[in-house]
């Protein structure tokens, strides 16, 4: 669709875009309601997502997008651009699901209105120029594929990224832990439970041991930071002494200074273990690190107004949510960056359930995608025309100034 509008200046002009941008997303609604809910009854785990990645991509290409796929080396991964040169805006599309549970956690819904959004913001491209990306992140759940891209440079030529997640709020900055796994593995020696006890090293009392010293350490840590984990072997047999067990847990910190110091102190709740069973530890640490999350308050409390004049009501009094972690920390980090959230499910519906997975195929689903794509494409919009907003939320992100606390109405242009 090519732009056409009147000779008008100003805030006319401004106005007759972002009426047009969000006809364009109405116009696209049952194609992104198909597209989210083919990802939806299609659920792929962690850097698996070839279905979802050729669906989005060939949406995007329909569109008039030039797509890269395979991008930092992940095959699952893609790059969509519309325009070009500066400023470069994207918009970041996660689309893997959660084991068993599927889309738990609403990424289709996330996949969906990225690319509704790109697709309507295109005409704010064709009237101010710049380039409209939609970067296509694979694998959030588990390995951090943004970590992984983001160590590729692939964020490098950015000037803003945003996404948005569906939860059971309004809420345009969150706060999510910096978060790294570790993985560990006791070794003893098997003998018969009942008849020769003494024989055997117990590897399973180890893990356990390990679980408990981890609950006491949990009174003595700063109370944002948060240990967590699961037995992922546990022995073989009641009448048999386990000679192998082994753990996952996950190690969560407000930043990755106290993140270093709390993986020590939880590597020696098993090294405890490991003197007093005799059993023999072995620990991995993931190499993949999520970063906390960095939001731009000036991006963000423009994307909040954009709800706002959507008819949706943003609490301002609640300054930050809480999150758990997010690969989309690690973009923060390099670039000006929001990760809002918007309401698809009731207060008392929790994400990671299969509870929350229904409501990512329902009415009020739906309606966040669209909503979603609407305050996203009008952002990108407000953005692109104003030159001083831009310069302002940069300031904020080099600066860490206050800037961004100021009302919308002072920051934008």
Known sequence: MTLKINHVSGAKEAESVRSLVQEEVEGQRAELIDLSLKIHRNPELGFQEVRASRWLTGYLRKKGFR?????????????ATYGSGKPQIALMAEYDALPEIGHGCGHNLIAASAVGAATAAKLAVERYGGTITVLGTPAEEIYGGKAIMAEQGIFADLDMAM????????????????????????WGRAAHAAAQPEEGINALDAVLQSFNAVN????????SARVHGIVTDGGEAANIVPA????????RAEDEAYLDVLKERVLNCFRAASLATGARLEHRWGKTYYAPMRSNRTLARLFGRNMELLGHKI????????????????????????????????????????????Y?????????????????SLTVCDLLASPRLRQRVWREFRTGSAEGRQSLGQTRQ
Not at 172 to 183: F, G, M, P, W, Y
Not at 216 to 223: C, E, G, M, V, Y
Not at 244 to 251: C, N
Not at 360 to 376: D, E, M, R, Y
């Open 163 to 186: 996404m948005v997640h569906p939860g059971n709020r309004n809420a345009v900055i969150i706060k999510a832990l910096a978060c790294v796994s570790l993985e560990v593995e006791f």
């Open 315 to 358: 609490d301002w009094s609640q300054r930050e949510t809480g999150f758990g972690s997010t690969d989309m920390g690690n973009v923060s980090q390099l670039v000006p960056s929001i990760h809002p959230f918007i309401a698809v499910a009731p207060p008392g519906v929790v994400t990671h359930s299969a509870e929350f997975a229904s």
């Open 216 to 223: 006491a350490l949990r009174q003595h840590i700063k109370s």
């Open 244 to 251: 192998h067990s082994a753990a996952s847990f996950l190690v």
């Open 360 to 376: 990512a195929a329902s009415q009020s689903g739906w309606a966040g995608l669209v909503l979603a794509a609407k305050a996203l």
């Open 67 to 79: 797509i890269e796929m395979g991008v930092s080396g992940l095959a699952t991964a893609f790059r």
